[in-house]
């Protein structure tokens, strides 16, 4: 069964900073990872995703997540904050080898930008 | 691309009414699509999965009878809340993903909030 674990369930950094989120995967094949963000009364937007091509990945909105297999970590990060990054970030893995694979998602991180 | 819509986008209604909620994919084929439900200050929690043209498949503690899911072409998918009561006020969210490059990734709607008094 696969399943995700996000470590922190709120994250506040300053304007400017690093922003790291953290999320570990369990998986007993090779997995598809996802970070999803969720601003306040809205769907999901994806950010990026791996799917077993390049392990460093890069997203929308300057995030990036390196897949590392061996630590079976999939962490998010960006180098600055700006206020507009806070927001619910989710990470889901999937087993996308069989079409329509559901996401399993972690409970999330709220991230709060200070100024 | 891959643009998911949902309708309405908020809904107000009476204990023991029914709602639908529609979900669409407006610019890709979803040959699947998913309806999630999520709580305050959590995550989202699958309720049921569909294919076109097939019976949904519900996840374990989901009543199929009270959340009756359509997806009769390959743009249009609805969730229907039968008899609708206040534990049943949640954030509805339907996402998809289709063929061709729109199978590795699972395109969300802006989600529905749904208020039963």
């Known amino acids: 069964a696969q399943s995700v674990t996000q470590l922190g369930s709120h994250v506040s950094v300053s304007e400017g900073a690093l922003v790291l989120l953290r999320c570990n995967y369990s998986s007993s094949v090779p997995p598809y990872l996802f970070w999803y963000v969720q601003y306040p009364n809205q769907g999901l937007q994806l950010l990026l995703k791996y799917t077993s091509a390049a392990t460093l990945v890069k997203g929308i909105n300057g995030f990036e997540a390196e897949f590392k297999k061996s630590e079976t970590s999939f962490h998010l990060t960006k180098p600055s904050a700006h206020m507009s990054d806070a927001a619910e970030y989710f990470c889901a893995v999937s087993d996308l080898t069989q079409a329509g694979t559901a996401l399993i998602f972690g409970k999330g991180t709220t991230l709060s930008v200070s100024s | 691309g891959a643009v998911v819509s949902q309708h309405p986008s908020w809904v107000i209604c009476k204990s023991g009414t029914s709602v639908k909620i529609e979900c669409r994919s407006l610019?890709?084929?979803?040959?699947?699509m998913f309806w999630y439900r999520q709580f305050p200050k959590q995550s989202l929690m699958l309720m049921a999965t569909?294919?076109?043209?097939?019976?949904?498949?519900?996840e374990q503690g989901v009543e199929k009878d009270k959340f009756l899911i359509n997806h009769a072409s390959l743009t249009l998918s609805t969730l229907t809340v039968t008899s609708a009561h206040p534990e049943d006020s949640s954030f509805y969210i339907c996402s998809a993903s289709g063929a061709g490059g729109y199978q590795e990734t699972q395109y969300f709607g802006p989600g529905t909030r749904l208020l039963v008094l």
């Open positions: 569909s294919n076109e043209g097939s019976k949904a498949t519900y």
């Open positions: 610019d890709f084929q979803a040959t699947t």
